[in-house]
């Protein structure tokens, strides 16, 4: 079974160790150290052609292939990746003895795709680039690794092709593959006496309650109770088996590439209500990718009951009633707060109130402007979640952002413009002018927020 995992120059960097800037984790300890490495770096070898990059490559063995790979060409190779006797990456064991698949993108500095465009088919070589020169390319390598080392690609290379040889033999291998699981589904059928229908696409179903309605159209939004298994009976996953940890119905916007094609094509043939299977090939699952508890080129098989469908309409009219109704608890839940605690709030437009304890100096603040505010931030129920003048948060002080640009909840964007230098506030902000459904870290979903705010500065 051939491995299906495609490595890309960040892959390559992070199997090395190294990683640009953005991929940057926090301090690692060295590799543990195994068997020495067929070629060490620092020793004094000879052989090696250096590249205007700085990566150094040494044909060892020659193969017997005529093509060096290009652009866009797709390789598949052994490799394996150390400094010194430090071993970062061993495909052999980590593949499974099987070679990884690699398509040549354009090189950047210290990329060993370099040393890969140096060789054929059958050839055996060894890429070093120095520690040095990874950095200097603007990479972090793990904290251990010296400059005046060098990191070292064995490698084997097993094939080259073209993106078209690549996407030809990918086409036959698929064509051979679609007979295997028909002639598989078929036996099946056979065997469990079923009768199921195939589509033009090699897709089989049957209906085994007819539900409501019209049928499901792409773009509608379903929910789906489902349980998938391999063709030998094998139960990958459910969401009506406690087993598998998720109870409740799957929903998604049908035909939009989101599922794979044997449930965007499939569920489409039900309505409201229907209940059914899905016989799905492997070229309309996943293929030759080995998914853990789903082997490459597998038959799916997928009992669902359609429970709900909704047009996009529906669901925005849902979300409105929700928003709206969200709205006036939350107005209420303030009302009754002020009531309770004696403050007098005004209430603006959108919904957000404020009440001023001081009044600043000057013109109020206006979109565009840099402003800085100190600030605390709690919950209707108290709870203070931050603050930017207590060393127990980490939120500083003073707190600078640009007014109006998006850098803050839009509770904040629209109540500083009503301050000026040195006023003093309250904001009292419903959810929907803060974190709404979605919450942040202390603060829970659809929660009210009050801030106590001073306008410290505002840079014209």
């Excluded at 064509?175 to 469990?192: P, R, T, V």
């Excluded at 927020?449 to 505002?458: A, K, M, R, S």
Aim: net charge positive; proline share 4%; hydrophobic share 35%.
């Amino acid at each position: 079974m051939k491995s299906t995992i495609k490595l890309s120059l960040v892959s390559l960097l992070l199997i090395s160790g190294i990683a640009p800037a953005t991929y940057a984790q926090t301090k690692k300890a060295a590799p543990k150290k195994a068997a020495p490495a067929a070629t060490k770096a620092g020793a004094k070898e000879t052989g090696f052609t250096k590249m205007k990059s700085g990566v150094e490559y040494k044909i060892v063995k020659h193969g017997t292939g005529k093509k060096k790979p290009a652009v866009s060409d797709h390789i598949e190779m052994y490799i394996h990746v150390h400094v010194a006797d430090s071993i970062l990456f061993y495909s052999r064991k980590m593949y499974g003895m099987k070679p990884v698949p690699y398509q040549i993108v354009a090189p950047k500095k210290a990329d060993p795709s370099e040393g890969f465009m140096q060789m054929v088919e059958g050839d055996s070589a060894v890429i070093r680039i120095p520690v040095d020169s990874v950095k200097k390319a603007g990479y972090q390598v793990m904290p251990w690794m010296k400059d005046g080392q060098k990191i070292e690609y064995n490698v084997v290379m097993v094939s080259v092709k073209s993106d078209a040889e690549e996407k030809k033999a990918s086409e036959e291998k698929s064509a051979a593959q679609k007979g295997i699981d028909d002639k598989m589904l078929q036996d099946y059928f056979k065997k469990n006496n079923i009768k199921a229908t195939k589509t033009a696409t090699g897709l089989y179903y049957s209906v085994a309650k007819e539900g409501e309605g019209e049928q499901i159209k792409a773009g509608q939004t379903i929910s789906v109770n489902y349980k998938g298994q391999l063709i030998n009976g094998t139960v990958f996953d459910s969401n009506m088996d406690s087993t598998f940890h998720h109870m409740e119905p799957f929903t998604l916007e049908i035909g939009k590439g989101r599922v794979i094609k044997g449930w965007d094509e499939g569920l489409l043939l039900f309505k409201k209500g229907s209940k059914g299977t899905l016989y799905i090939p492997s070229g309309l699952a996943y293929g030759a990718q080995d998914r853990s508890t789903i082997p490459a080129n597998s038959i799916l098989i997928f009992d669902v009951e359609i429970t709900d469908v909704k047009t996009a309409e529906q669901l925005k009219k849902e979300a409105d009633e929700k928003v709206s109704k969200q709205k006036l608890n939350e107005d209420r839940d303030l009302k009754e707060y002020f009531a309770k605690n004696n403050i007098h709030a005004t209430k603006t437009e959108s919904g957000m109130y404020y009440s001023i304890t001081k009044e600043g100096t000057g013109d109020n603040a206006k979109p565009g402007q840099k402003v800085s505010m100190s600030y605390l931030g709690k919950l209707l129920n108290g709870h203070v979640f931050d603050k930017n003048v207590d060393s127990n948060f980490v939120a500083s002080h003073p707190f600078t952002f640009t007014l109006g640009q998006h850098q803050v909840i839009s509770g904040w964007d629209e109540g500083v413009q009503l301050l000026k230098k040195g006023t003093r506030a309250t904001f009292y902000l419903p959810s929907y002018l803060a974190y709404g459904e979605r919450g942040s870290g202390a603060i829970p979903p659809n929660s009210i927020l009050i801030f106590d705010v001073e306008l410290t500065n505002i840079e014209q």
